[in-house]
């Protein structure tokens, strides 16, 4: 994990630098890390963006203490999983670290909301679209089962064209990372799915 130190020390830092108390965390890979209108997407949440680049979600686990855990947060909102499956782990391995990480934030905060976006579709990933979709099905069903303070969001289908493929239009020339289409994308599903427990409005 020696790799992630660099963008952790940052993370470090910038949280020694806040001029405000953040209310949401919004915690995971470079998907997070990128959205640069998140803070002002989700303003009304006093949020702070908890990304870093490349990170799995074996790395989000790993590095919470560090990262996550010196805050006080109302909600926290992760997206990590992309990048282990990209890397060629099983969807079962990632479906460990996501309990490894709830169980992680449930010592820490309590019962907390929880909200934990679906892995994206993408073009450069669409060859393992089933262990996208697989893993995706298994964390949700968890949630599920738990019937406890974490729900899914799914973006999955709705990043997908009419035949069924990641649709080009939201995604960067790399054909992973979001392009500004992409985050508007999120940013109306995540509020939706983040009002219905909040009940304001958060632009």
């Known amino acids: 994990m020696f790799w992630y130190e660099d963008e952790v020390k940052r993370l470090e830092k910038e949280r020694l630098q806040l001029n405000y108390i953040p ?41 919470f203490d560090r990262t996550v855990a010196p805050y006080n947060p109302k909600s926290i909102v992760v997206y990590a999983g992309d990048n282990d499956l990209g890397d060629g782990r099983h969807p079962e391995e990632v479906f460990i670290f996501f309990q490894q990480l709830a169980q992680k934030i449930h010592s820490r905060f309590g ?6 976006i679906s892995i994206k579709p993408s073009v450069a990933r669409w060859k393992i679209a ?56 999120w940013k109306e599903i995540v509020s939706a799915k983040l009002m219905e427990n909040f009940h304001t409005e958060l632009t």
């Open 111 to 116: 019962e907390i909301p929880c909200y934990f």
């Open 23 to 63: 209310a949401t965390l919004f915690y995971g890979s470079s998907s997070i890390r990128l959205w640069s209108t998140l803070k002002e997407d989700f303003k009304a949440l006093d949020p702070v963006n908890l990304g870093f680049g490349g990170s799995t979600l074996a790395a989000c686990t790993w590095f």
């Open 130 to 185: 089933d262990n996208l979709r697989y893993a995706n099905s298994i964390i949700e069903n968890e949630i599920i089962r738990m019937d406890a303070n974490w729900k899914f969001i799914n973006i999955f289908n709705s990043m997908l064209d009419k035949s069924g493929h990641p649709a080009k239009e939201y995604f960067e020339n790399d054909g992973l990372h979001l392009s500004s289409i992409g985050y508007s994308l």
